[in-house]
């Protein structure tokens, strides 16, 4: 838990955050380093692990806009700074799904957002 930091709208205690920790326990070491890839840009960590990120990776809070639901939008990354919006999803599975899409589909994507 000290190799992540939760913010505006998380904390290390939300449920989405939580789940997040969870799914990535979970991951295959393909996953992992798509993950990575996803997240940070480089299919691989740093010297010292998740921890030695720099800047620390953080997740944050993708505020949705009605009449759309959290479980409407995919997370989406700031690779530059290790950044991750995500929405307050509802469950743990449709985290992973929606991360495993965006994961999947934002490979060589570039957008600005």
């Not at 449920?15 to 799914?23: D, H």
């Not at 960590?45 to 806009?65: A, D, R």
Request: a neutral charge.
């Amino acid at each position: 838990m000290d190799s992540i930091k939760a913010d505006h709208g998380f904390n290390l205690d939300s449920a989405s955050v939580k789940n997040l920790l969870q799914t990535m326990s979970e991951f295959t070491v393909p996953e992992r380093r798509d993950f990575l890839q996803f997240v940070t840009g480089s299919p691989k960590l740093p010297i010292g692990g998740f921890k030695s990120l720099t800047p620390m990776f953080t997740v944050v809070c993708k505020p949705n806009e009605p009449p759309l639901m959290p479980d409407d939008y995919l997370p989406s990354v700031m690779t530059c700074v290790n950044y991750l919006k995500m929405p307050n999803y509802s469950s743990q599975e449709v985290l992973r799904a929606k991360l495993s899409v965006a994961i999947k589909e934002g490979q060589g994507a570039f957008h600005l957002s």
